[in-house]
Antibody, heavy 122, light 107 residues
Framework: EVQLVQSGAEVKKPGESLRISCKDS????????ITWVRQLPGKGLEWMGR????????DYSPSFQGHVTISVDKSISTAYLQWSSLKASDTGMYYC???????????????WGQGTLVTVSS | DIQMTQSPSSLSASVGDRVTITCRAS??????LTWYQQKPGKAPKLLIY???SLQSGVPSRFSGSGSGMDFSLTISGLQPEDFATYYC?????????FGQGTKLEIK
């Protein structure tokens, strides 16, 4: 069974940097994309961006472009979401998910990681 | 970006009821519509893809329909474990967007 295991909760101060991770336990890391989704406290799901682990191509929602960076390390089947300067408004839950871009795969987000709670507070 | 609008935002129902949640896209998305279920403190779970195809392992009381701009998710015979928040999502474009969610609560 494929699982995406995310790193643990983080508490940071405004202006600090952060990188959270998403490790794919399957054996096909470069066959699927990884996508990231934000959920602010008590709010809905927002798509942030995605990355193709095979060539590290990434793209972002305009809402997140320039504020976060998505990357991968193929050697350890892990994707990352990072911030160079956090804001209090970044407080929320962040999920990674496998994204199938194969023809006929309907671009599904499945499975999802368990989520990483990021708290930014002075 | 394509806007996805769900209704209602919240819904109260009883075990055994039949409920329908609707989702409207701001432009035609063919049948690139996915439904997810999210329980409190948990990650979303894929229920239905391609507007009407049931994901493996999902109970048959869940069904989806629609194409173009208008879609619906129906749960026939609500079970206690179905009380959750449901989201629709379009994947017609790669700027994926979600509906705002529908919270299904026990009456």
């Amino acid at each position: 069974e494929v699982q995406l295991v995310q790193s643990g909760a983080e508490v940071k101060k405004p202006g600090e940097s952060l990188r959270i991770s998403c490790k794919d336990s399957g054996h096909s890391f470069t066959s699927y994309w990884i996508t990231w989704v934000r959920q602010l406290p008590g709010k809905g799901l927002e798509w942030m961006g995605r990355i193709n682990p095979s060539d590290s191509y990434s793209d972002y929602s305009p809402s997140f472009q320039g504020h976060v960076t998505i990357s991968v390390d193929k050697s350890i089947s892990t994707a990352y979401l990072q911030w160079s300067s956090l804001k209090a408004s970044d407080t929320g839950m962040y999920y990674c998910a496998r994204l199938s871009m194969n023809p006929g795969a309907w671009n599904l987000f499945d499975p999802w990681g368990q989520g990483t709670l990021v708290t930014v507070s002075s | 970006d394509i806007q996805m609008t769900q209704s209602p935002s919240s819904l109260s129902a009883s075990v055994g009821d039949r409920v329908t949640i609707t989702c409207r896209a701001s432009q035609s998305i063919s049948n690139y519509l996915t439904w997810y279920q999210q329980k409190p403190g948990k990650a979303p779970k894929l229920l239905i893809y391609a507007a009407s195809s049931l994901q493996s392992g999902v109970p048959s009381r869940f069904s989806g329909s629609g194409s173009g701009m208008d879609f619906s998710l129906t749960i026939s015979g609500l079970q206690p474990e179905d009380f959750a928040t449901y989201y629709c999502q379009q994947s017609y474009t790669t700027r994926y967007t979600f509906g705002q969610g529908t919270k299904l609560e026990i009456k």
